[in-house]
């Protein structure tokens, strides 16, 4: 099992639409969890952290559902300017000095 | 403007050549990284060098050798590489590691290495 798992996409949504995307993760002994954005050719860069109550910025909320091991992202009124691939990152901490990522969830906004 | 510049941005090499990537952090950080990127792949970490001992190696062959001078610059040396070691590889610093790690990585904008 993967240790952190995305389904790949793409999600492929208009203009204004609500996409939500999910990451499970394998180890339970996980502490903090993240999701980064990447667009094509660049670098990935942190969009935000995810707490247990859950956590919003702007558009974007962030889940966590520790007992299911599962983190979620929901994107309302989606933009052009969202699409981007969507890697969810878990810092495991015991005996692991960095982050995990999963391979991301591709979103394409389309006009 | 990032605050992690790695050089060269794009790089051809043979397999029996040896080269090396470069990465200089301007954040005054104290940890630094180096990750694998394949197509369809997650990010793979390959070393992490912390107040400039280096804590991790996940591994990785010895065809790939990694040197922290100091905490702003991280090289990658090559050498004997094999196609498959094709990929971007992205170099990232952060205030620190382990547990103090806060999540937020700062990655430069990658070298793609083609082997041929």
């Known amino acids: 099992r993967k240790e952190v798992e995305q389904d790949p996409g793409p999600f492929n949504v208009p203009e204004g639409a609500t996409v939500a995307f999910n990451c499970t993760y394998s180890?339970?002994?996980?502490?903090?969890f993240f999701w980064y954005r990447q667009d094509c050719r660049k670098e990935p860069k942190l969009l935000m952290s995810v707490y247990s109550s859950g956590n919003e910025d702007g558009r974007f909320t962030a889940q966590l559902n520790r007992a299911s091991q599962y983190i979620s992202l929901l994107i309302r009124d989606s933009k052009l300017s969202d699409s981007a691939t969507y890697l969810c990152?878990?810092?495991?901490?015991?005996?692991?000095?960095?982050?995990?990522f999963g391979s991301g969830t591709r979103l394409q906004v389309q006009p | 403007e990032t605050g992690v510049t790695q050089t060269p941005r794009h790089l051809v090499m043979g397999m029996t050549n040896k080269k090396s990537l470069k990465c200089e952090q301007h954040l005054g950080h104290n940890a630094m990284y180096w990750y694998k990127q394949s197509a369809k792949k997650p990010l793979e970490l390959m070393f992490v060098y912390s107040l400039e001992e280096r804590v991790e190696n996940n591994s990785v062959p010895s065809r790939f050798s990694p040197e922290c001078p100091n905490s702003s610059h991280l090289f990658l040396h090559l050498h004997t590489l094999q196609p498959e070691d094709s990929a971007l590889y992205l170099c990232?610093?952060?205030?620190?590691?382990?547990?103090?790690?806060?999540?937020?990585?700062?990655f430069g904008e990658g070298s793609r290495l083609t082997v041929l």
């Open positions: 990232a610093s952060s205030p620190h590691s382990g547990s103090g790690n806060t999540g937020e990585l700062f």
């Open positions: 990152v878990v810092n495991q901490r015991t005996g692991r000095r960095a982050l995990t």
């Open positions: 180890n339970s002994a996980s502490q903090s």
